[in-house]
């Protein structure tokens, strides 16, 4: 989910803390935005897809006396693991130490059964959602403009990572292309024109954006935060979230970027911006029963200030852990650079283009914990006319 920012000029500002520790201000209940409520429908919904699964599965455990006693400890788990959850919502336990206990039974509880309940899953693993079912769910905005790579654990866990397709090869009804060697009245002897516009901003930048949805139940001793430093060109998120039988769905939602405004002359309708940056993300899923899940990019936004606004997501992790899996991902982009071209009206006035990290996790049904974190350092943002 890549999150609209609305940029503020730059204040100045002296970073003192370590990275990802400022607490967000926490809200009970969360006011969650139209995008966040998607996406925790999205999350709903991946439950359902992996419903078939866990219910083979937990056939298979009645067939034996220890499945059945595993069954019956999940139910007295599933009221245990409650606790500390309802004692949150009743503002009797410090979200801290409700995280920390809910944490630490979930890994014992797996540390105990695991095995089992796994292998029960594998029996029936043609019922795994499909890499493209999971990802036309959670990022249905890319059906058409990716095809998806995914790392797959024992446990059912799942990162996805888009491919791009190219242009060419997704249109519809495209034109012929125009063969590479072929003149056009734009281009005199000593080759292409400049172009008209063409202008490049390095930290200190003059914009920065950032917001936070905490969850319901989150760890502040863990990673969280939505930090932007203009002056280095850096923004950092993160984030925790669990669900219990108390609270069955919830999420945190973090998002920070850094940006400039660029004046643009009347005449040219067609651009591209070029941004050079460093990324990192990582992420980790820990469930009983359901789905947890952590989405992470870089995203972009390219607002004309007429009205319109495009925004695109690069570096994207999508990660899915089931039923009674715990895993997590880390990736890295060290030196990379993405273009993107873009088109205005043609008439003077200023582009406003924002890059950060956008990132969230949810976790569905009882029993689960996911947390995220992101940091992209973005060197330089360019505007060019084409």
Same mark, same amino acid.
């Given at each position: 989910?890549? %999150?609209? +920012?609305?940029?503020?000029?730059?204040?100045?500002?002296?970073?003192? %803390?370590?990275?990802?520790?400022?607490?967000?201000?926490?809200?009970?209940?969360?006011?969650?935005?139209?995008?966040?409520?998607?996406?925790?429908?999205?999350?709903?919904?991946?439950?359902?897809?992996?419903?078939?699964?866990?219910?083979?599965?937990?056939?298979?455990?009645?067939?034996?006396?220890?499945?059945?006693?595993?069954?019956? =400890?999940?139910?007295?788990?599933?009221?245990?693991?409650?606790?500390?959850?309802?004692?949150?919502?009743?503002?009797?336990?410090?979200?801290?130490?409700?995280? #920390?206990?809910?944490?630490?039974?979930?890994?014992?509880?797996?540390?105990?059964?695991?095995?089992?309940?796994?292998?029960?899953?594998?029996?029936?693993?043609? #019922?795994?959602?499909?890499?493209?079912?999971?990802?036309?769910?959670?990022?249905?905005?890319?059906?058409?403009?990716?095809? !998806?790579?995914?790392?797959?654990?024992?446990?059912?866990?799942?990162?996805?990572?888009?491919?791009?397709?190219?242009?060419?090869?997704?249109? &519809? *009804?495209?034109?012929?292309? @125009?063969?590479?060697?072929?003149?056009? @009245?734009?281009?005199?002897?000593?080759?292409?024109? +400049?172009?008209?516009?063409?202008?490049?901003?390095?930290? +200190?930048?003059?914009?920065?954006?950032?917001?936070?949805?905490?969850?319901? @139940? !989150?760890?502040? =001793?863990?990673?969280?935060?939505?930090?932007?430093?203009?002056?280095? *060109?850096?923004?950092?998120?993160?984030?925790?979230?669990?669900?219990?039988? &108390?609270?069955?769905? =919830?999420?945190?939602?973090?998002?920070?970027?850094?940006?400039?405004?660029?004046?643009? +002359?009347?005449?040219?309708?067609?651009?591209?911006?070029?941004?050079?940056?460093? !990324?990192?993300?990582?992420?980790?899923?820990?469930?009983?029963?359901?789905?947890? &899940?952590?989405? &992470? =990019? #870089?995203?972009?936004v390219i607002d004309k200030l007429d009205g319109t606004r495009e925004t695109h997501a690069r570096e994207i992790s999508l990660f899915t852990v089931p039923g009674f899996g715990m895993d997590w991902f880390h990736h890295e982009s060290n030196d990379a650079s993405v273009t993107i071209p873009f088109t205005r009206d043609g008439l003077n006035g200023t582009t406003r283009i924002m890059v950060g990290a956008d990132g969230h996790c949810i976790t569905a049904v009882w029993g689960g914990f996911a947390e995220f974190r992101a940091e992209a350092v973005v060197r330089e943002i360019c505007l060019t006319s084409t």
């Open positions: 989910m890549a %999150r609209q +920012p609305t940029a503020t000029a730059k204040r100045p500002r002296t970073p003192t %803390r370590k990275p990802a520790t400022r607490k967000p201000r926490q809200q009970r209940p969360p006011k969650l935005d139209e995008a966040e409520k998607q996406e925790l429908a999205r999350a709903q919904e991946l439950e359902e897809l992996y419903r078939p699964l866990r219910d083979a599965a937990e056939a298979e455990l009645q067939k034996t006396k220890s499945g059945r006693k595993l069954l019956e =400890d999940m139910r007295g788990f599933a009221r245990e693991f409650g606790e500390p959850g309802k004692g949150m919502t009743d503002r009797e336990t410090p979200s801290e130490e409700a995280g #920390l206990r809910l944490r630490e039974r979930l890994e014992d509880f797996r540390s105990s059964h695991g095995d089992q309940f796994v292998e029960a899953h594998a029996r029936h693993a043609h #019922l795994q959602p499909s890499v493209q079912a999971v990802a036309q769910l959670l990022r249905p905005e890319m059906a058409t403009q990716a095809v !998806w790579v995914s790392e797959t654990s024992p446990t059912g866990s799942m990162l996805l990572q888009p491919k791009a397709i190219p242009a060419d090869v997704r249109a &519809v *009804g495209v034109p012929e292309a @125009i063969p590479a060697d072929a003149g056009t @009245i734009t281009e005199g002897l000593g080759g292409p024109p +400049p172009p008209l516009v063409h202008s490049c901003a390095t930290p +200190p930048f003059a914009r920065k954006d950032e917001h936070v949805t905490s969850a319901v @139940i !989150w760890d502040p =001793d863990r990673p969280h935060a939505a930090n932007a430093f203009p002056d280095q *060109g850096k923004t950092e998120i993160g984030g925790n979230c669990y669900s219990t039988i &108390v609270i069955q769905i =919830d999420g945190f939602f973090s998002s920070a970027f850094v940006g400039q405004d660029f004046p643009v +002359p009347p005449g040219p309708t067609s651009y591209e911006t070029t941004i050079s940056y460093d !990324w990192s993300c990582s992420g980790t899923g820990a469930i009983c029963l359901g789905v947890a &899940v952590v989405n &992470v =990019d #870089l995203a972009i």
